[in-house]
């Protein structure tokens, strides 16, 4: 396949919007003058702002399809569902399930990584658990929950083949800070959460190479002046901090403040979606459990418990834009760069510059996703 090359839009380039020539060949991106010649079909997005496609490292699934159960079609439907939404590139979120279900599905997400992809890159999985505290296990099943173990983290990962980039985990379980070293040993970046953990504790696990905060402020022990938990060593330290910005799991005000304290440069807007999103309210699962998406809020149908979110990360860009007052060149970041940075794929996915994948999205004045570009193919809704 020839070049392509989208031409007269605002690219976002270093942080800032200038006018630029996008030449696509091979998958990859390279920058070009305004004026530099065209040899190829073309789009034009004149009047359009250009950005990097987003990244979304923690969903349990989309379109009636939850990652714990899904087969590679099923996360076919996922992908096309997000670049749809803007997302190029996503992890798989495997929810604590049994360790035989679990590598299910790490074997159904290698099945779709080998396919050729139509839709958002799987990058790789993300496990949120098992290593997690039953006090704040969320939508968790308390019986699969576990210790830290080094051995089995190693087995997924084997039969990963190397794929699982993410895991979070609980500072305060038995095993966990010497769990968080051999995770990285294994290519595993750890986040910590779902968690009770004290302060000290918690700046055990960072210290020990956690380098981020899963769902920051939902399931863990919130701040005191006296006892600082969890949520003050991720606010004090330089870890970064996951937020779903749909406007139920954190006010706005709370977003603003996890900004400034954080700095733009440390928050990854995820969506933690669950296989209600894109679809009505009604009943669905997430894992094991039964779930009930009421005005798009979802919830354990056992005891409200809030599960995962009907979130896409369009919508979670336009949210931060409103609350903030803050210029897309600023927020955009916390849906390219940093979880590209998080998970280390900077080197290929997250911006737009010479050599990188060309995974870019196309905005409209209202921010609205108008198009989108998955490896330098248009991707067509």
């Given amino acids: 396949m020839g070049p392509y090359y989208i031409t007269n839009g605002q690219v976002y380039v270093d942080r800032r919007f200038q ?87 790490i074997d159904q997400c290698r099945a779709f990584q080998r396919r050729e992809q139509a839709g958002a890159e799987l990058l790789g999985v993300h496990m949120e658990g098992p290593f997690l505290a039953s006090a704040y ?68 696990a960072i210290a020990a190479g956690a380098k981020a905060a899963t769902h920051t402020f939902n399931a863990m022990q919130l701040l005191h002046q006296h006892r600082p938990a969890i949520l003050g060593a991720v606010l004090e330290s330089d870890v970064y901090c996951e937020a779903v910005c749909d406007g139920r799991h954190l006010h706005p005000g709370i977003v603003r403040l996890l900004l400034k304290t954080k700095g733009l440069d440390r928050v990854v807007a995820i969506t933690d979606s669950i296989m209600a999103a894109g679809l009505p309210d009604g009943q669905y699962h997430l894992g094991v459990n039964e779930v009930v998406v009421e005005a798009g809020d979802a919830k354990l149908a056992s005891d409200g418990t809030r599960a995962g979110s009907t979130l896409t990360q369009d919508t979670a860009l336009r949210n931060l834009l409103a609350w903030t007052g803050m210029p897309l060149e600023d927020i955009l970041p916390l849906l390219t760069e940093n979880p590209a940075r998080l998970i280390g794929v900077f080197d290929r996915k997250g911006s737009i510059a010479d050599g990188k994948d060309a995974d870019l999205v196309v905005l409209n004045e209202e921010n609205q996703v108008e198009s989108v570009f998955v490896k330098g193919r248009l991707f067509v809704r």
């Avoid at 190693?154 to 895991?167: F, H, K």
């Fill in 19 to 105: 006018t630029g020539t996008i030449r696509m060949a091979d998958g990859k991106i390279q920058l070009l003058p305004p004026d530099a010649p065209v040899s190829g079909p073309s789009y034009d997005a004149k009047g359009k702002k250009v950005v990097p496609g987003f990244l979304n490292i923690h969903t349990h699934g989309a379109v009636g399809v939850d990652v714990n159960g899904a087969s590679p079609e099923d996360l076919e439907k996922i992908a096309k569902f997000f670049a749809g939404n803007g997302t190029t590139a996503f992890l798989a979120s495997i929810l604590t399930d049994s360790g035989e279900q679990t590598g299910w599905c």
């Fill in 137 to 204: 296990k969320g939508a968790m099943p308390e019986h699969l929950l576990r210790r830290g173990d080094p051995a089995f983290l190693r087995e997924c990962q084997e039969r990963a083949e190397g794929s699982i980039r993410y895991l979070t985990v609980s500072p305060e379980v038995e095993g966990v800070l010497d769990l968080i070293p051999a995770a990285a040993e294994l290519g595993i970046v750890a986040a910590i959460g779902h968690s009770g953990a004290d302060y000290e504790t918690s700046m055990a």
